[in-house]
């Protein structure tokens, strides 16, 4: 076997364990470096050395460089965060910590900057109980990650653990004949839209497809074909996860049928779904429009696009997006649609309510497959600080919410206002039926500022005019947000739900579900 030369292009692997030593070997082969040392968390690198040869092939160490081999780990004990005992990491799960070569990638979100004190990245439901059960046992923050884009979601911290199940990412047809599928939560929705393509389906799954499949079917999921077909949590059919204690069950309308309720709206707090089995919609080409519009008469715009909509058949699903005005110009707001047709007199027909509401500046209209619309490339996961995000449900844009609305774009206080349209089939399903409890919904509101204190100043005063909150897209942990998702009896039932599957509140870094008290 061939030493490689210290000279070349090479690579120094620390590895915790062979098999990670291999992963990390057969990654450096890929990107056409040579292995010039390998070392493990322990002093044995000759030992693990010899097993990850005997498996590539092609991998050499240097012998002068042996004494090298270990400055790297000095430099990550050095980053090492208090509370955490990195020595009882399990030596099978991979795992990346503060000064690895790996870290900048995985310690912060799409929109949220983090420093955690480890990343563990399970790739087996196995390896999450593991994952968790290490943990539980640690002092600090537990945040867990499936795609990492969230906006409310604790999926990062500063000195704790995240366990991340992007790993966990299998797309896989169960039967043809009902449409069955399973997905790991760490797939991403343009994978899951390619996957089902080719059949002839599709899943209504949030607006983006670089969204983790986890914390959206957990919360809800507004997509583009949600008044259509429903929300993405109504086409579940059972889910399988590891909860707080380690055990690994399954749940579906018989088997733990409360549980499965409690996942359906507030999985977060119950434990780590280690895959999803959905039904999906037969669902052919579609019809996607942009139309950029002056929306000067802000309120009156925002008042005609709402009529427009409920308005519509449910094959109609749109969205608008309105930014900070600039001076001298006018408010520029951006629609977008999606027609569940293919016949381009359907497209057209759908569409022109929607292009008379404000004077039209620009339009594109497309019929195309819905996978299009969801591909999307790999989003840079390197968020800083913290967002500030408002978040609401609303039955309908009345006048004056529409006026209060348009104050709030005025103000210049939020950067970013979006409206989705829910409603429709989303509406069909009794509130009680799961833990989403926003039913009557046919709106849902957000926006983004650069201050907490001046966008609640503004979004506060809005509030009686809203039914709900969804939290996939709040930033707000005051304990009243809790209320607006889980009205009532719903928070109690899953504050009872809690006290009997997390009595010791492990699933905690999110809007936390207390768990009731137990007698």
Do not use: C
């Amino acid at each position: 076997m061939d030493y490689a030369h210290p000279l070349r292009f090479g690579v120094h692997v620390v590895a915790r364990s062979p098999e990670e030593a291999v992963e990390r070997a057969r990654l450096a082969e890929e990107l056409g470096l040579d292995l010039v040392t390998v070392s493990g968390r322990e002093a044995d690198t000759w030992t693990l050395m010899s097993w990850v040869a005997a498996r590539t092939g092609r991998i050499g160490l240097a012998p002068h460089l042996l004494d090298a081999a270990e400055r790297p780990r000095a430099f990550v004990r050095a980053h090492r965060h208090p509370g955490i005992d990195y020595q009882a990491v399990p030596a099978h799960l991979t795992a990346i910590e503060p000064g690895d070569a790996g870290y900048a990638r995985v310690r912060s979100t799409y929109m949220r900057g983090g420093s955690p004190g480890l990343v563990l990245r399970p790739g087996t439901p196995a390896e999450v109980a593991d994952a968790l059960a290490y943990a539980r046992g640690q002092r600090v923050p537990l945040a867990v990650r499936s795609g990492g884009h969230g906006i409310s979601g604790r999926s990062t911290n500063h000195g704790g653990i995240v366990i991340d199940v992007s790993r966990l990412n299998a797309i896989e047809v169960l039967d043809k004949e009902t449409r069955r599928v399973r997905v790991g939560p760490g797939a991403r929705w343009s994978d899951v839209a390619a996957a089902l393509a080719p059949h002839g389906w599709a899943l209504s799954s949030g607006d983006y497809g670089g969204v983790g499949v986890g914390g959206l079917a957990t919360a809800g999921g507004i997509g583009w074909l949600v008044r259509e077909h429903g929300l993405t949590l109504d086409h579940l059919r059972a889910v399988e996860l590891v909860l707080a204690d380690g055990s690994l069950v399954r749940a579906d309308e018989t088997e733990h049928a409360d549980l499965f309720w409690a996942v359906r709206g507030a999985g977060g707090n119950f434990g780590i779904v280690t895959s999803f089995e959905f039904e999906v919609d037969e669902v052919g080409e579609v019809g996607f429009a942009r139309f950029i519009m002056d929306a000067s008469d802000t309120a009156g715009f925002l008042r005609r696009w709402g009529a427009a909509i409920e308005a519509a058949p449910r094959d109609l699903t749109s969205q608008l997006i309105i930014g900070r005005p600039r001076p001298g110009q006018p408010v520029i707001a951006q629609v977008m649609a999606v027609v569940d047709a293919d016949d381009p007199d359907t497209v057209i027909d759908r569409l022109q309510p929607l292009a008379a509401t404000a004077p039209l500046l620009d339009h594109a209209i497309q019929i195309l497959p819905y996978a299009a619309i969801m591909d999307v490339p790999p989003a840079q996961h390197d968020g800083q600080g913290d967002p500030v995000a408002r978040s609401a449900l609303a039955d309908h844009l009345t006048a004056d919410l529409a006026a209060a609305a348009a104050r709030l774009i005025m103000s210049g206080e939020a950067h970013f206002f979006q409206i989705r349209s829910v409603g429709g089939a989303a509406s069909d399903v009794p509130a009680d039926a799961t833990a989403y409890a926003g039913r009557s919904a046919n709106f849902q509101l957000v926006a983004f500022g650069p201050s907490r204190a001046r966008l609640d100043a503004i979004w506060d005063p809005m509030r009686p005019h809203f039914s709900g909150i969804y939290l996939n897209f709040e930033t707000d942990l005051r304990p009243e947000r809790l209320d607006d998702a889980f009205p009532g009896e719903t928070l109690r039932r899953l504050r009872e739900l809690k006290g009997r599957y997390d009595p010791a509140n492990v699933f905690r870094d999110n809007f936390n579900i207390t768990p009731e008290e137990r007698r």
